[in-house]
């Protein structure tokens, strides 16, 4: 099993900053791509930002505001938020996709999800 706890959400007001963070711990062999994802209410998921060793993608949206980066390791994944906006409010997930460390097999694994709120 592959776990992910994920911590930093919280509220702030338009303008404002969070970061948040996302540990994998659990039988990993490799870990290929690790993204953030959101839900605000009443809409689809959809995807924020991934990193692979390679290159990272963003959303229009977030271009320019969101920075998402990876420690040394590669099992903990950062998004770094700035100018938060109220429509970056939604439930953020962290997702990671790799290979069991026994079996070699892939898992794609997610976090519960951490609230973010923006609001004056």
């Known amino acids: 099993q592959v776990q992910l706890v994920e911590s930093g959400g919280g509220s702030v007001r338009p303008g404002g900053s969070l970061t948040l963070s996302c540990s994998a711990s659990g039988s990993i062999f490799s870990i290929n791509a690790m993204a953030w994802y959101r839900q605000a209410s009443g809409k689809q998921r959809e995807l924020v930002a991934v990193i692979t060793d390679s290159n990272t993608n963003y959303a229009e949206s977030v271009k320019g505001r969101f920075a998402i980066t990876r420690n040394n390791a590669g099992n903990t994944v950062y998004l770094q938020m700035r100018w938060l906006r109220p429509e970056d409010t939604a439930v953020y997930s962290c997702?990671?996709?790799?290979?069991?460390?026994?079996?070699?097999?892939?898992?794609?694994?997610w976090g519960q999800g951490t609230q973010v709120t923006v609001s004056s």
């Open positions: 997702n990671a996709r790799g290979l069991y460390r026994i079996s070699r097999h892939e898992f794609d694994s």
